[in-house]
Every structure is written in structure tokens, then in C-alpha cells.
């Protein structure tokens, strides 16, 4: 490509002057990368949905411990993060329980030790952080404004159980008006790896957990318990798994899923699942012979 030189001033004083663009130039630098992203994002190694502080913590460490696969994070919401950017009772301080200091290290966040737990002054730094951290992965790709409407599930090469084997999505605004208007098909991604984290029973929340028990894939929702930090954030780290073949779940929507007990404003446990559903990613990943996206042996 051969670049012009454009007559550019970084001037405050009054004479600021732009590179000359046509709204064509705009629109088409947009679409030309997007849409070849979804293109090449149909087949993908893994798809991660909701981007919560448990999806992105999956995302970053599967992306700094494996840059060959292609990693794609579905959020919902046009504004990723899910409830990271507060603690509790819209307070600003984040706390987080050792050991998943660790990982506040690793992004270079500042904190307050306070022994046995450290408190981060603005949980917005915590998912800020995380978020340009993954993002700046060259093999992570964020599809935001993009629902996850349902799962892929066919039988298994071997066994004819049913296996999770991609996802159903559509723009979030599409997806919310299947009432009103009629006919408007979703899209499809294909992938051997599906990390479900969309965090509680809500509007679109625990969306997996729900759609397995609709599917055939699980009795019935366990549904979240009453509070008790002590028991709950290990529940959810030590419970994280492949919960269907095909499908890791991560998260507060484990809680749902196993009715484990809610934890409150304290985030270690979103970190400690996040990092275990990537090792459980790659353990399906690399025990598996997979062609164009789909488990074969
Ligand atoms: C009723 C309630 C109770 C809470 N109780 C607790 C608690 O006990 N302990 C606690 O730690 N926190 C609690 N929180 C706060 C907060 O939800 C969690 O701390 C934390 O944000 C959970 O992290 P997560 O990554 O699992 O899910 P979230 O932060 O909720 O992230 C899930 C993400 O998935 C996205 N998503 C959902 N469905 C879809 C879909 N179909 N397609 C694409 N994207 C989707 C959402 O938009 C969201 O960004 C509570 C919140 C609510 C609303």
C-alpha cells in the first residue's frame, strides 16, 4: 500500500488539522475488517461466552499460554466487563482473597495487602486492566453487542452422546426482539471448545445452564444458595469443569448450575475459575483429534 503524506498540525493553539478521509474510507476500513473477523471466526478453537471477570481471565490466560489457538469471546453487552466494574453494593473497592493475588500481580495491579486478602482501590482498574491486557492478544477476538441465542449440540463421533460443538448467535438487539418481529435467523461459530460464562440467572444470564436443562443435558438448574463467602469460592473454583461434553462452565453461573452458595463482593473465585476453565480447555483441546472445528476422535 503507498501512503500519502497529508499536511497534519498537532496545534492547540487554534490550527489543529486532520489527514483528510471520505465517509466511504470509514465504512469500508470498518467492514472490511470486521466482517473478514466473522469469516474467518466461523471455525474457531475456542469460544468463549460472556466477558465477565471470569470469561476475560479465562480469555488472558489461555491467550498467554496458548497463542495458537483462535480464541473468540461473545459478550452481550455493548460495554464487556459484566459486574467487575463495581464491588459490592456499588462500592468501588474490589476484594479478592489469596491465592488469587497471584494473578492481580501478573496484570501489574496495584493493591492493599491486607494479610489474608488485598483490596484493589477501583475494581474499574481490575477490569480495565484485564480487558486491554486480553485484547491486545493478537489471536483474542471480542465480538461484543452479540448474543449467544443457543448452543450447537450434535452427536459424538464415538459415542452418539450429545456434544456441544459451537454456538447460535445474533446481534443482542436481534436477539432481544424475537417478540416483535418474526424470521430473523441467527449466525453460527463452530468450535471443539465452548467456556460458558455468562454469570447469574438474569435476562440473558446463566444461559448455558438453562439451556441444558432444556436440551436434555442436565436434570434441573441446582440453582444459586444463600451467601457464605468460606464456602462458596472454593465451590466455584474446584467445581469449574467440562459440565457436558464439549462444554466448560466458569463462573457465577456454576452456581446456578451445581446450586452452589453465592460468595458476595469478593472476586477471587471469578480469577481461580477463569485460570482453571483455560487449563480445562486445553485439556480438551489437546486430547482431542479435531477437524474444520469439530471433534472427530
Ligand atoms: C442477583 C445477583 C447476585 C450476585 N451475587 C454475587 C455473589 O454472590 N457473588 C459474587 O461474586 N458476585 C455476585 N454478583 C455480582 C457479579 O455478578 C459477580 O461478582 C461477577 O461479576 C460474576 O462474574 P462472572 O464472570 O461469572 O459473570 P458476569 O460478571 O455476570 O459476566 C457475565 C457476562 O456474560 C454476558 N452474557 C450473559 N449471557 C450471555 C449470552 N447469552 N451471550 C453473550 N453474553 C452473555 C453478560 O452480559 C456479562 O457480561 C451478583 C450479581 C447479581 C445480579
Not at 472490511?32 to 478453537?45: N, W
Not at 468463549?48 to 495458537?68: K, N
Not at 459440565?243 to 473465585?269: C, I, K, Q, W, Y
Request: hydrophobic share 45%.
Amino acid at each position: 500500500m503507498t501512503r500519502q503524506k497529508h499536511d497534519v498540525v498537532e496545534d492547540y493553539d487554534g490550527s489543529y488539522k486532520f489527514a483528510p478521509i471520505t465517509e466511504a474510507e470509514v465504512s469500508r476500513a470498518m467492514i472490511k475488517r470486521y466482517m473478514t473477523t466473522m469469516y474467518e471466526r466461523a471455525i474457531s478453537d475456542v469460544v468463549i461466552v460472556g466477558a465477565g471477570s471470569a470469561g476475560l481471565t479465562c480469555a488472558y490466560t489461555l491467550a498467554s499460554l496458548r497463542p495458537d489457538l483462535k480464541i473468540t469471546i461473545i459478550e452481550a453487552n455493548v460495554a464487556p466487563g459484566g459486574g467487575a466494574w463495581l464491588g459490592g453494593q456499588l462500592m468501588t473497592p474490589m476484594v479478592i482473597r489469596k491465592p488469587a493475588d497471584r494473578f492481580v500481580r501478573e496484570l501489574g495491579i496495584e493493591y492493599e495487602d491486607e494479610g489474608h486478602f488485598i483490596v484493589i482501590k477501583h475494581a474499574a482498574l481490575f477490569t480495565s486492566t484485564l480487558l486491554s491486557k486480553t485484547l491486545a492478544f493478537p489471536n483474542v477476538v471480542l465480538m461484543n453487542a452479540t448474543a449467544v441465542e443457543d448452543l450447537i449440540i450434535h452427536p459424538d463421533a464415538k459415542s452418539q452422546n450429545q456434544r456441544v460443538g459451537g454456538v447460535v448467535t445474533n446481534w443482542t438487539l436481534v436477539a432481544l426482539n424475537h417478540d416483535t418481529q418474526s424470521c430473523m435467523d441467527p449466525n453460527t461459530i463452530t468450535a471443539p471448545v465452548i467456556v460458558s460464562a455468562t454469570g447469574h440467572d438474569g435476562p440473558m444470564g446463566a444461559f448455558s445452564a438453562k439451556r441444558m436443562v432444556s436440551a436434555g443435558l442436565l436434570k434441573e438448574l441446582g440453582n444459586m444458595r444463600g451467601l457464605d463467602m468460606n464456602r462458596a469460592e472454593p465451590a466455584i473454583v474446584n467445581g469449574t469443569r467440562e459440565v457436558a461434553p464439549g462444554l466448560v462452565m466458569t463462573g457465577m453461573e456454576l452456581s446456578e448450575h451445581d446450586g452452589s452458595n453465592r460468595m458476595g463482593p469478593t472476586f477471587g473465585a471469578m480469577i481461580g475459575s477463569g485460570i482453571k476453565a483455560a487449563h480445562e480447555a486445553i485439556r480438551i483441546w489437546d486430547s482431542s483429534e479435531i477437524v474444520a472445528g469439530r471433534i472427530v476422535a
